[in-house]
Structure formats: structure tokens, C-alpha cells
């Protein structure tokens, strides 16, 4: 199945009350794994990269590549979308020339003015070959510097200006946070989030920092507008994790030489087996 537009599956989504995931991807065996588990959940999903990621695996077209490629040898039938993530003005155009399908613009660090500028010439420029745009207001928390902050809050009136520039999904802060949740974290703004759905007159919201933040108040944030949950820290620990468990019990010591396909192996199970777990709690499992 060809990469599609993330509008459409987001629409659906925001129609159904469920959420469609968001997996940030890093290189191959990653994409594999993610796709193992979207097809076994049998869910429509977003596949995002961000720019460094992009960088790493090779660049924007080989992302495109390595993803239509194995969308295609392995058989997958769910719907992927392929999506920048946190993208930048130049790395948005980039995306959009080489066959991403959805795009991010991140301009919610410059002026509002000149965010509104900038995202609205990536709207042009997408829309015209039919690809799905989210643009961004207000940052999202995180640790910087060891200093973790409780997540930012965007200013509705700011969300309208930019919603109505025609942008498909809206991503916005409402407490949510990259990385890792401390553990006095003040939980997602519903108040917030219902401001931000009154004035935009209930566009689809993206969440990102997803990984770690309790079901049930995701379930309450898709009520509340929410069709798009961002996931990276999440598989990154899983890997991690299993990688580790690996190791510590000598397995990667069996046998002859290093083998990356074995000591690899249960990293990416893990993650494929998070993503299935994911879609399932995020409503997408089985919509696709
Ligand atoms: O844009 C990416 C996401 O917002 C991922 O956040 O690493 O906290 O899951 P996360
Ligand atoms: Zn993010």
C-alpha cells in the first residue's frame, strides 16, 4: 500500500474518538518493528522522523525509501503516513519535494507573526500536492539543562490565528512535556485543552510528549479534541530496556562473534510488541 496523507486517518480518528499514533522512527530495524506492530494491531498510523533521525538514517529521501520499501516486502495493508516531526521551515520544503506525506512546521519558537508567515507558506506549498500539515503554538515542556519544566500552556487566541490559517492538525501545549514525566508532574491542562477546542472550533489536536502519560488521561484529552498522540522516549526506553536484559544475562556472549541480528532481536520485539499495546490503548487497534 502507497504512504497516505495523515488528514484523512486523523479525521476518522476525531470523528470516532480514538487517537491515531505517532511512532518516531530512527533506522531500519526501527521502521521494521514499528510496522510489525501497526500491522498485527491492524491500525492506521503516523510513522514520524525527526530532522536529526532523518540525518542519521541517510537523509529525507532515503527515510522515504527504506519506509515505501518495507511497507511493500513486508506486506503491510494499514494505512502509513510519513510525517516530519518538529520540522523546520527549509526541512519542511525538503520533506515535501522528496515524498513525505504529512509535514510538521515547528515555528512555535519564533514570533507569532513570523510563525504565522512561515506556516503559511508551507500550507500553500503542501496542500497543493495533497499533503497533511501540522504547525505548532507555544512550545512543549521538557528537560533542558537537567531543569525540568512542567510543560507550557498556548494561548488559545494564538491557536485560533493559526488553526485558521487551514493547518489539519494543531499540535499545542497543555502541560505535556518531551521526555520523561518527574514524578510531581501537574498532569495534562483539561481546562486548558477545552479553551484550545472551543476556539479552534474543534480541529484535531496533536499531543505530543505521549510516552508516559496514563491512559486514562489520554482517554479524557481524546475526548477533549485530542486524534494524534506523539511516541518516541517510549520505544526508545523499551529498546533500551530488552537490549540491556540481553546483555546482563550474557546472551550476546553465546555462540561465535557478534551477531547484530541476535543481540538486536529482543530490542525490537519490545518494540514492536509497545506499539501493539499502544494502538490497542489508544482506540486505533483494529480501525484500520
Ligand atoms: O515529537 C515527538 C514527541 O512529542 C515524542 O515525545 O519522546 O516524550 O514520547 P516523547
Ligand atoms: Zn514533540
Redesign the pocket.
Given at each position: 500500500m502507497a504512504l497516505v496523507s495523515a488528514k484523512e486517518m486523523i479525521d476518522k480518528a476525531h470523528a470516532g474518538h480514538y487517537a491515531i499514533p505517532?511512532f518516531?522512527t530512527n533506522n531500519l530495524e526501527w521502521t521494521k518493528s514499528i510496522l510489525a506492530g501497526i500491522q498485527e494491531a491492524n491500525s492506521p498510523s503516523i510513522i514520524?522522523v525527526?530532522e536529526g533521525a532523518a540525518k542519521y538514517m541517510g537523509g529525507y529521501k532515503m527515510v522515504v525509501d527504506i519506509l515505501t520499501d518495507l511497507i511493500d516486502s513486508m506486506g503491510i495493508t494499514v494505512p502509513v503516513a510519513l510525517h516530519l516531526?518538529?520540522g523546520t521551515f527549509d526541512g519542511a520544503k525538503k520533506c515535501i519535494e522528496v515524498g513525505f506525506t504529512s509535514v510538521?512546521f515547528d515555528g512555535s519558537h519564533f514570533a507569532i507573526d513570523e510563525n504565522i508567515a512561515k506556516s503559511k507558506e508551507i500550507l500553500e506549498l503542501a496542500h497543493s500536492k495533497g499533503i497533511s500539515v501540522e504547525c505548532e503554538v507555544g512550545g512543549?515542556g521538557?528537560t533542558e539543562d537537567g531543569v525540568t519544566s512542567n510543560g507550557e500552556l498556548a494561548d488559545p487566541a494564538e491557536c485560533k490565528t493559526i488553526a485558521d490559517l487551514g493547518v489539519d492538525f494543531l499540535a499545542a501545549g497543555i502541560g505535556?512535556?518531551?521526555?520523561?514525566y518527574p514524578a510531581n508532574w501537574a498532569g495534562l491542562n483539561f481546562d486548558r485543552l477545552a479553551e484550545i477546542k472551543a476556539a479552534i472550533n474543534d480541529k484535531p489536536i496533536v499531543?505530543?510528549?505521549?510516552?508516559?502519560i496514563p491512559f486514562d488521561q489520554v482517554h479524557k484529552a481524546v475526548t477533549l479534541g485530542v486524534s494524534k498522540v506523539?511516541?518516541?522516549?517510549?520505544?526508545?526506553l523499551e529498546f533500551a530496556a530488552a537490549t540491556r536484559k540481553y546483555i546482563e544475562e550474557g546472551k550476546d556472549q553465546e555462540g561465535k562473534g557478534y551477531d547484530p541480528r541476535k543481540l538486536l532481536k529482543p530490542g525490537f520485539d519490545a518494540i514492536t510488541a509497545k506499539v501493539v499495546e499502544l494502538c490497542k490503548a489508544y482506540g486505533s487497534a483494529g480501525q484500520a
Open positions: 505517532a518516531n514520524q525527526s516531526d518538529h510538521m512543549i521538557g505535556n512535556i518531551h521526555g520523561k499531543l505530543h510528549g505521549g510516552s508516559g506523539n511516541i518516541n522516549t517510549e520505544l526508545q
